[in-house]
């Protein structure tokens, strides 16, 4: 195997929401496998390897660092009517759970920094925060 496919191996890149690895690249059949889970469920995929070495390149600037980190967790907040997370588009939600607001908005980063992302406006920007409940 090339160096080059060895740099395809282990690469990520995200698009819609969903964080992609290359788990194997072959060059002689231009081809290459690729990871993804949806619902708790992994799926491994084929795709041309000219097309990973795209989506590669393009992602280049994914962030990964701190999606679960102590900043993070303070982005979630707890209104009258549901779950929030804070992003630079404004709050977004309602979600059930605190667990469902800090997966949607690691789902809402990862979109932000897909390729070709738009950016999403606000579910909602003002509420009331709850008060009357322990932390």
């Keep these: 195997m090339t160096n080059r496919l060895n740099r395809y191996e282990g690469r990520l890149f995200a698009e819609g929401g969903t964080l992609f690895m290359v788990v194997q690249a072959d060059a002689q059949n231009d081809a290459a496998k690729v990871s993804y889970r949806v619902n708790d469920q ?4 084929d795709m041309p390897l ?3 070495a795209t989506r590669v390149s393009a992602g280049s600037s994914l962030i990964l660092d701190n999606l679960n ?11 009258d009517d549901g779950w929030y997370f804070a992003s630079r588009e404004g709050q977004q939600g309602p ?4 667990d469902d607001a800090g997966q949607a908005m690691g789902r809402y980063i990862l979109t932000m920094q ?22």
């Design 42 to 45: 992994t799926h491994v995929i």
């Design 50 to 52: 000219s097309d990973v």
């Design 69 to 79: 980190g102590p900043d993070s967790a303070q982005r979630l907040l707890e209104l």
């Design 95 to 98: 979600y059930t759970s605190k």
């Design 114 to 135: 897909s390729v070709n992302a738009e950016p999403r406006k606000p579910v909602r920007t003002v509420g009331k925060r709850r008060t009357d409940r322990a932390h």
